[in-house]
């Protein structure tokens, strides 16, 4: 393929990230005590290195179920060539509300375990056949105790119920690691390649302070992390799609 066929290509690639809160943006602006979009999200700092287009189909409080019933209808709309699957946040979440009422109740999540891996699945063989390449990406780490805080609203009366129905704090870090391992299990099972973003934040010996208040949400420097741990996808794996033409490379 000549360079001239490559640069072509990588002009009229097409990309969409499915995901949720993350993908979308948002972020806790402690100052107006709400949650906003963070304008420099790791979306938008993608789009400004890359050839093509993107768009992102994310949104607020996306679980994997929702998000695939609105992924299949922009596929046939829009044609894209990759799609950034980024799900699980909101899929290993419950209603801590009920928890905190109801502490001796049996709660589920939002998906159940086995089914969030079914649909990872199906996912990706729904946009393979639709001549589509889709990616994954993995979870950011959560900061356990602040999250805590978050759901309970710092009313000791549900943090005693929750941590009654929880056993430890940390139980929700290991419960959102489940999730996050069966993202990398699919990835490995179907041979579609992942973005290792947890890796990224987890190098760090701090990387709470990349997360908001709510312990969950990355900060602005969180993005940064992200689109920086994208670009280093790209470059190896889709390098003649950069902007920088010291990284573009013709096809073999």
Known sequence: MSERDVEFISKDTKYMISGD???????????????????????????????????????????????????????????PNIVLIEYGGNDCDFNWNEIASNPDAEHSPKTDF???????????????????????????????????????RNNPDAEQNILKWLGSVT????????YNSTIQKVSELTKTK?????????????????????????????????????LEFVKSNYQYLLLDPRNNLALE
Not at 196 to 216: E, H, S
């Open 114 to 152: 086995n089914t969030f891996e079914k649909m990872l699945t199906e996912a990706i063989e729904y946009l393979r056949k639709q001549q589509i390449t889709p990616v994954l990406m993995n979870l950011p780490p959560l900061n356990a105790d602040n999250y805590f805080k978050w759901v309970s």
């Open 21 to 79: 809160s993350i993908s979308k943006g948002v972020i806790y602006d402690e100052e107006r005590n709400k949650y906003v979009i963070l304008e420099d999200n790791y979306v938008s700092l993608l789009q400004k290195k890359m050839k093509g287009v993107v768009r992102n189909t994310a949104r607020f409080g996306n679980t994997l179920m929702k998000g695939m019933s609105n992924l299949k209808r922009d596929v046939l709309k829009d044609k």
């Open 194 to 230: 992942y973005i290792d973003v947890r890796g990224a934040f987890l190098q760090y010996p701090d990387f709470t302070k990349f997360l908001c208040t709510d312990g969950i949400h990355p900060n602005k420097e969180g993005h940064q992390i992200i689109s920086e741990k994208v």
């Open 171 to 178: 139980k929700i870090y290991w419960w959102q690691e489940r």
